[in-house]
């Protein structure tokens, strides 16, 4: 037999099995990474910092129990990971997850985003306390410390809101009630740019254009619209507490908006959880009972609904209400003459008592 053909089959064989241990090996590599894993990072953010490489990342999953063998993982980022980069942020696993599902989703850059709502009708200081009370957000390199305080203090700037309410001191009621995304990196002030953007969204050309046309600025229409806010308990009645609240600012009649005596008590620091005489006794701005106009700013964050209503208000001769002593969901009663509207007082007052009893 020819001894080149002998020397040929040795080589040959060992080829065919180097093949065949590379395929079993890329067969196992595959089924490895496609396999999804239970682990221990469902409950918790795993946080990949700015610069982050793909090693690290393999090495942060490995330790969160996602990837079992390195090497498989490595190969599959050079052929699949096509040049991406993986995005710093937090990152949610859930359980059971493929080492490539978890891979792909931080080269896709899916971070984990939390979640805070603001509701219509909170003034400067809820929305403090609402940001205050978020954990795992960024400090701010000017606030680092208290985060309600902080909050306020950011909430002074108004620079974002001077081409709509050049006399604004705060940004109360520019701060628009919606729900809105956060992730670790996000810091306070970003959230309360973000709602500014929102307000800045509203106010569109068409509003501003109403506005005009009802001899009222930017800053009166929002006024208005957060004492509607804090009034109205049934969406339906918006345009109704407008059309009394413009009826009387019409007149020169006092707009004697509970919520406004409220708000001056919180001003102070003073407010004790419900209206006392010396409430409507004190002598602030904010005193509707006291005042006559609009108070000199918004007492809180109206929705679209009650802008639109200071906007578009009803058409009727009421100059009153107050809680329909019927009613179970904070309707109103709507009143034309001081006599009406006592009577329908009175029956609140006698529904309260036989309460108590």
């Known amino acids: 037999m020819n001894r080149k053909k002998l020397r040929r089959r040795p080589f040959s064989a060992i080829i065919i099995i180097a093949l065949l241990l590379f395929a079993g090996w890329c067969y196992w590599a595959w ?9 221990g990072s469902a409950d918790h953010l795993v946080t990949l910092a700015p610069g982050a490489t793909i090693n690290s990342v393999i090495s942060a999953l490995m330790l969160e129990g996602i990837i079992a063998h390195e090497l498989p993982a490595r190969v599959w980022v050079i052929g699949f990971a096509r040049g991406r980069s993986p995005k710093a942020g937090d990152y949610q696993f859930k359980s059971p997850i493929s080492p490539i599902a978890a891979l792909e989703k931080v080269l896709r850059g899916d971070i984990a985003t939390q979640h805070f709502t603001i509701p219509e009708g909170y003034n400067q200081f809820e929305i403090a306390r609402v940001l205050g ?10 606030n680092p410390g208290d985060t309600v305080t902080s909050s306020l203090l950011l ?27 956060y992730t670790s990196s996000t810091t306070r002030r970003q959230m309360v740019d973000a709602m500014v953007r929102r ?63 409220i ?8 407010y004790r959880g419900k209206i006392y005489q010396s409430d409507l006794d004190r002598s602030s701005a904010y005193n509707t009972y006291k005042r006559v106009g609009l108070p000199p700013g918004p007492i809180a964050s109206p929705g679209k609904r009650s802008i639109d209503a200071a906007l578009n208000p009803a058409e009727t001769d009421y100059l009153y209400f107050v809680v329909d002593a019927s009613a179970t969901n904070g309707a109103h009663k709507f009143s034309a003459s001081s006599a009406e509207h006592d009577r ?7 529904a309260e008592r036989r309460e108590m009893r």
């Open 31 to 39: 089924r490895d990474l496609n396999r999804p894993r239970i682990h």
């Open 133 to 142: 009370s978020l954990t795992g957000v960024k400090p701010d390199k000017e």
């Open 155 to 181: 909430m002074k700037d108004v620079s974002s809101i001077k081409e709509i309410d050049p006399s604004a001191r705060s940004l109360e009621g520019y701060l628009f009630p919606d729900t809105y995304d």
């Open 199 to 261: 307000f800045h969204q509203i106010w569109n050309a068409d509003r501003q254009r109403q506005a005009q046309e009802l001899g009222m600025t930017p800053r009166q229409v929002i006024t208005l619209a957060s004492l509607i806010e804090k009034e109205a308990k049934v969406d339906s009645e918006r345009e109704l507490i407008s059309s009394v609240f413009h009826r009387r600012l019409k007149i020169g009649m006092p707009l004697a908006c509970d919520p406004t005596v």
């Open 263 to 270: 708000y001056a008590a919180l001003l102070e620091g003073k």
């Open 344 to 350: 329908a007082v009175s029956a609140l007052r006698d």
